[in-house]
């Protein structure tokens, strides 16, 4: 496959990114739309969601990218391994989180990663961030009791930016005892997490349930 030239960060506060998304037709992309979804924000090239699809085959997999050449190259390779629990849509997921999730059927949401998220790190730039708090509000909003959020950077502060957020609302409970947990509760790694582990760096884990009783 031919590697496409892509700029590495995007500004999702630019005017260009924030037209308002129009759903697809779910029962034309997944097999059986009413699995649970696993949602992966910032998926980048897609490679995290194309493993995980093939093993998991009963929950659905949805990728969300800013960049939208990648995702043009993760849907031709989605449809060369013939996936279909598997979709990725360009869009600017500040804008998109809502209209996407009321589109699927309802309590369909289980699961939520963001992992190594553009870090921004001139201070002014940091509210370019994926994880603000409208972005957490989303979540709780739409994950159904139970339901997981995982969250993973290599850089200190985005983590406990990241980890503080979505500690900071009632509506989750963060698991583990320890700061930052020391697996990955996935059974996936992303391209970026295994080059940062094979050059023996950290990575920051940290997992948050939606707090309230798990249905059936």
Known sequence: MVRVRVRQHVNPLSYAYQTPIVPPTWSQIYTNPAQPLHLDIGCAWGRFLLQMAGREPDWNFLGVE?????????????????????????CNINH?????????????????SIQFPDPWFKKRHQKRRVV????????????????MVFLQSDVHEVAVEMRDRFAEHPGFERQGEAEWLPENPLPVATEREQSTLDKNEPV???VFLKKGEIPG
Not at 133 to 138: A, D, F, G, Q, R
């Open 66 to 90: 800013i960049r939208e050449p990648l995702v043009e190259t993760a849907l031709a390779e989605r449809d060369e391994q013939q996936l279909t629990n598997l979709h990725f849509i360009f």
């Open 96 to 112: 998109a989180f809502a209209p996407l999730i009321e589109s699927l059927p309802p309590g369909i949401l289980h699961r939520v």
């Open 132 to 147: 603000q708090p409208e972005l957490v509000e989303n979540v709780v909003k739409y994950l159904v009791p139970g339901g």
């Open 204 to 206: 920051y884990r940290v």
